[in-house]
């Protein structure tokens, strides 16, 4: 059921509007003071704003709320009907409520849940008030907001109430009883602007927090009773520490029993298996003794012979590495024999290359002198 509690506040705004026209003249036309009557449409035009805002509010926390409203009801329909399984159904649903702030809210909330479900059911769990509560109504219905309202329109009547005065005073200057007469009228003008402000203002404040209260005690007990619906019908059941130590105790058990039985399994094959093989080794021992017989003796013989072979082959082998040891210290000594030899040939060919180079440098002189002598004479003869 919608609460239209909030609508009230536009027959008693129409009603003000009314009055202050009515009170300044408009409907006969015998309006007393403009300034008076421009003040209060200015003041009303400006609750009539602030109104607008709330209203809006108010319908979209409305709407909000009977939504949960719907959702608890069809919880119950169906709880009612047979169906004892709601969680298999809300744990993955989609655009629950239809709302995009209440489906947010519940998608964290599923998401919260499915971090806690295993294979052996849920290990925790986590209340839906968590994600859907008052303060997520309390944003929608803009409660920041709304609640100063109420101490808007009374700060309103008290400060057009200021104004009036002001004015009033203002226009009042007599200095004496006679002049104090002509200056009553203006002053019970102004008196007239504050009276009016002060009533309206405290008229809408009343009204306005009478209003605002019912809207939100309504959306509050629907909160509550989708709440109760769906920790009744829907919420899962949490598998309890002693039932977890149970499955756990259990699923131990069977997996020890089931070790065991491999292991025995493994232990009668594994005997199985060497008495088999040890069965194929004698039959296979007794079947070459059979064919073969005495060809074993004779090879035994023959392997002795080759190890005798084999032994005289290692003595000549020795004696041949010896020998080939001798001849490498043989030829060592050769080697530096002719070393030696050959440093001590260094120095006569290092002596006959010197002479060389002397003989060369002598025979280049002679053939220089020669020459020398040759164009002199041949000089001489010309002359």
Sequence with gaps: MKNRMYYILF????????????VNGVFTGEI??????????????????????????????????????????????????????LWETYRTKSKVFGDDILDEAFYRYQKKMSSFQTRHGLMGSCDIEDYIHEDLLNQAGMSYYNSAISGTMTGLGILG??????????????NDIYTISDNVGPLLSGMKVAFHTSVYGILFSL??????????????????????????????????????TKAMLVYQANMANSMKQMTELLRGEA??????????AQQFVTRMERSLGADFDRLGASLQKACSAQEVYADNYRSMAET???????NLSLQKTLEE????????????????????????????????????YAETHGM
Excluded: W
């Design 11 to 22: 027959p008693v705004y129409i009603f003000v509007v009314v009055f202050v026209l009515a």
């Design 32 to 85: 007393s003071s403009v300034s008076n009557l421009v003040i209060n449409l200015l003041f009303l035009l400006l609750i009539g704003i602030l109104f607008l805002v709330s209203f809006s509010s108010f319908a979209r926390l409305n709407r909000m709320t009977d939504k949960l409203l719907e959702v608890a009801d069809q919880i119950y329909k169906a709880y009612d009907g047979g169906d004892h399984k």
């Design 161 to 174: 109430t200021f104004i009036g005065l002001s004015i009033g005073l203002g226009s009042f200057n007599g």
């Design 207 to 244: 009204v306005f927090q009478f209003a605002y209260r019912s809207v939100m005690a309504d959306a509050y007990a629907k909160l509550q009773e989708f709440l109760g619906a769906f920790r009744e019908c829907v919420e899962p059941v949490v598998s309890s520490n002693d039932e977890n």
């Design 271 to 280: 005997r199985e298996q060497a008495e088999s093989l040890d069965k194929m």
């Design 324 to 330: 080939t040891q001798a001849l490498l210290q043989a």
């Design 341 to 376: 030899t050959m440093g001590r040939q260094e120095a006569p060919a290092k002596e006959l290359r010197e002479q060389g180079e002397r003989i060369d440098a002598t025979c280049d002189t002679i053939n220089e002198e020669i020459s020398n002598q040759l164009y002199t």
